[in-house]
């Protein structure tokens, strides 16, 4: 395993807004906002269009943005567009100063529940500075100018869609923004901007023509004689369109209150990490327990090989969770309690949450960074969780829950578990 100056380096990956309860904390956002965008190069099309969209990034800051890496997952909606080639998309296209050949930018394609996903990363391992055009102050570094065009991708429009508006046709799914602070990496918060299109159905112009003025009028011409009416052929009867099964967040009515966690939860149950607890119910507000806590963080982490020396007294073979939690445990990742039990029915708290993350990372090679506690009640938490908490926080995964308490002995709902568990999983997907 490498050491976090490298390991950290490479993560290279994406992010949605991570906000309320257990968010990512802004780095910038006090002085303005961060946004990935697709500009697409029309909104309006007909059936068979080819358009290009510029996928971009621009600030609303004060001064430079420094950065060290960025990743963008992009999905469009495959019942309008034809399939995307990588031949369909174009890296660093220039345009006066935008230059991104220093980022090392790189794509691919792949598919994430039936879906096609494009994906945009760029290997730079030092921090840049973005300015403004207006700014034009040596820094002393790589320097950009804003916005910055990652990439141009060409989307076929289908030559059967039906006419309709399409929200998010072309949409961020996950992205991300990080900069380099020594051997740590802070993770900036972001915005996205989708984008929507429209397929009109295409008229040519021309009408009757009438008499132009002066002269004399012209003779009268025939009549023609009358052609006999052709028989109508008959309508043939139109194929029903299926309905789509739903998928991901889609398959759940009860995260309408939960829209912080909708995206990781749609990526989570797409990627086979969690489920939920009926075809239709998700339970956010649910308590978690150890052991399904434990289920997830073996499933996002990777860990494989299970401790047949190691046991729990309240762990037998013959329960769903006995695998996953040896899993774990032959990684470092849990330890149990005094007198030899793991207690896999009770539900975790927040600072044993913050605990198994630290661990499951470096049990991946990912090191994580030492943070300063800030929380108000730290007081509160265990001598053995500070560190973890505090390691967290500096990452950007973890927040309070208000008037700056994290709240350590709090138990973890299943949203916020999808929240914490979605960056990790970005993060190890890609390292």
């Known amino acids: 395993m490498k050491m976090i100056a490298a390991k950290m380096k490479r993560i290279i990956g994406v992010l949605l807004i991570m906000s309320m309860i257990i968010c990512i904390i802004p780095v910038y956002g006090a002085s303005g906002d961060i946004v990935f965008s697709i500009k697409p190069s029309k909104s ?9 969209a510029n996928v971009e990034l621009s600030f609303d800051l004060a001064g430079p943005l420094t950065m060290g890496n960025l990743s963008v997952f992009i999905k469009y909606n ?3 567009f034809e399939e995307v080639t990588e031949d369909d998309i174009t890296l660093d296209p220039p345009a006066d100063k935008n230059d991104l050949r220093g980022l090392g930018l790189r794509k691919s394609l ?4 039936g879906e096609s996903i494009i994906r945009i990363v760029s290997t730079q391992t030092n921090n840049i500075d973005i300015v403004t055009n207006e700014d ?6 790589f320097k950009f100018y804003q916005p910055l065009v990652i990439a141009k991708i060409n989307f ?3 030559n059967n869609v039906p006419y309709n508006a399409y929200e998010k046709a072309i949409k961020f799914i996950d992205y991300m923004l990080i900069k380099y602070e020594g051997d740590d990496t802070v993770i900036i918060n972001t915005k996205a901007s989708d984008a929507n299109i429209t397929v009109s159905e295409s008229t040519t112009g021309g009408g009757p023509v009438g008499p132009s003025g002066g002269g004399q009028p012209s003779s009268p011409s025939p009549s023609p004689s009358v052609s006999p009416s052709p028989t109508p052929s008959a ?3 139109p194929t029903p369109t299926p309905t789509p099964t739903a998928v991901g967040a889609e398959m759940f009515t009860d995260i309408a209150g939960v829209p912080w966690a909708r995206e990781a939860i749609d990526a989570l149950v797409k990627a086979g990490i969690i489920n939920g607890t009926t075809p239709t119910t998700f339970e956010p507000d649910r308590n978690i327990t150890r052991a399904e806590f434990c289920k997830l963080v073996v499933a996002t982490f990777g860990v494989e090989a299970v401790d047949a020396s190691m046991s729990f007294k309240d762990v037998p073979q013959s329960q769903w969770y006995y695998d996953f939690v040896m899993k774990a445990a032959k990684a470092g990742v849990v330890n149990g309690y005094p007198g030899g039990i793991f207690m896999p029915d009770a539900s975790i708290t927040r600072e044993e949450m913050a605990a198994m993350m630290v661990r499951a990372f470096n049990a991946a090679g990912v090191g994580v960074p030492d943070g300063q506690m800030t929380f108000a009640d730290s007081a509160d938490m265990g001598d053995w969780a500070v560190g ?3 390691s967290l926080a500096k990452m950007g995964i973890v927040n309070g829950r208000g008037d700056n308490k994290f709240e350590p002995k709090g138990t973890l709902t299943r949203a916020e578990a999808a929240k914490v568990l979605y960056l990790a999983y970005i993060i190890i997907k890609i390292k």
Request: aromatic share 4%.
């Open 110 to 113: 792949d598919t994430e529940g």
């Open 78 to 80: 495959q019942n309008l």
């Open 44 to 52: 309006r099309v007909n059936r068979g269009d080819v358009i290009s």
């Open 156 to 158: 076929r429009v289908k």
């Open 136 to 141: 034009l102050e040596d820094l002393g570094n």
């Open 388 to 390: 973890y908490i505090a």
């Open 235 to 237: 309508t043939p009867t």
